[in-house]
């Protein structure tokens, strides 16, 4: 094990298992539960809770904060959940300053976490993804592999989505229609997150309600409003979005042959 020297304020070091690390910033604090890999670069002011594991190669950046437990002052609607396992980090991830990133979730090789992100419990983000600036993902919601969600998108709980999608920039996902009386407990609390499908794209400040499945290579157009489900290699658009015509089938043959596919 080899410790840098510039580890002057680092809290519980001596406890976790670190392994021949690039670097260890000024006042990190690290959990006894953390486990570093081989190469690993951790800024200065980062601290981590609980039971983390950071693979080879890692870049933590300043201020981030991982392994964050799910609390509630008793007002959430939500009931949190139980045990969850630790925060898990592939190798080659590069966590942006003042990220934030939950327990219970898992983050494949080489995903890149923006500055200020958040990324909640229970969620499954898979290799070489994108979670952009100021973005938010909330509680168990998959991300398929090369997918990219653009700053300060938000994508709310229960969510699945799957590899190779685009989500613009501010774009927003909801899981409950029926918040205006279930915010009182007057209906079954019940929530249904957002399916989007392969190669599909979610364009720039676009909204998503509850339950709705975007259909494989669909295309959301700005600032749409989403309530009904979009088929597969359709173009919507509006408030709320209609029909607006087909993806081309020369744009569709090509993303399809670029992954070996054929429909």
Known sequence: MRVPHNNEGITSARYAKIGDVNSIGKYAVLSDRTVLGAGVTIGNHVTTHGQVEIGDGTIIHDGAVLGRAPMSAGNTTRPLPPDLPPLRLGS??????????????TFGDEVLIGDLASVREGCAVDQNSVIGRGALIMYETSIGARTRI??????????????DVFIGPAAVSINDNEIYLKRFGLLDRVWSGVTIRRFAVIGAGANIGAGIEIGRGALVAPSAMVTRNVEAWTVVGGVPARYMRHVSDDAKNKILNAFGLVE
């Open 92 to 105: 080659g991830v590069i966590v942006g300053a003042n990220a934030v990133l939950y327990t219970g979730s």
């Open 150 to 163: 653009i700053d300060g998108a938000v994508i709310t709980g229960l969510s699945r989505i799957e590899e």
